[in-house]
């Protein structure tokens, strides 16, 4: 968070893609930071699916990682 936070006080937008486990963690050092940058959160777990199942995750989350990256959340 620290570094799209530094990004964007040079003008350069950032986001970031996290599990939901992490969403409360995201939002209470947004808070501490005074920065809440574009975030998308994807189904937990993450390091024990498949390759067939990271695929169909980021098949599902393509279009909301589109509008992070082109619109900005």
């Known amino acids: 968070m620290h570094d799209i936070r530094e990004l964007d006080s040079r003008g350069i937008p950032g986001g970031f893609i996290a599990s939901e ?9 947004g808070d501490a930071l005074g920065f809440h940058p574009d975030s998308l959160f994807v189904a937990h777990p993450i390091q024990d699916r498949t390759d067939a199942e990271m695929q169909a995750l980021a098949e599902q ?12 959340g």
């Not at 989350?61 to 900005?72: S, Y």
Request: hydrophobic content about 45%; proline content about 0%.
């Open 21 to 29: 486990v992490f969403r409360g963690a995201a939002q209470s050092q």
């Open 61 to 72: 989350a393509f279009e909301r990682v589109q509008k992070l990256v082109c619109e900005g």
